[in-house]
């Protein structure tokens, strides 16, 4: 849902600099930039400390 909203705020800033006269290439960059980084922290939330949730009884499979 984050990546959703961050591709349509950049889209959003993306017409903004158009209308303020940016040119179209460097507002397009900053769009871009704005959704992958959305992604790499998307990517890289799982793996950062404190993001694990805590065992709960039953999480874990054992064999008989």
């Known amino acids: 849902m984050g990546l959703l909203l961050t591709t349509i705020a ?3 800033v993306w017409i903004v600099l158009l209308s303020l006269d940016v040119k179209p290439f460097d507002a397009l960059l900053l ?7 959305a992604a790499t922290v998307r990517l890289i939330a799982p793996f950062l400390p404190g993001s694990r949730r805590p065992p709960r009884p039953g999480d874990r499979y054992s064999p008989r």
Do not use: I
């Open 31 to 37: 769009a871009v930039l704005m959704v992958f980084l």
């Open 10 to 12: 950049a889209g959003v």
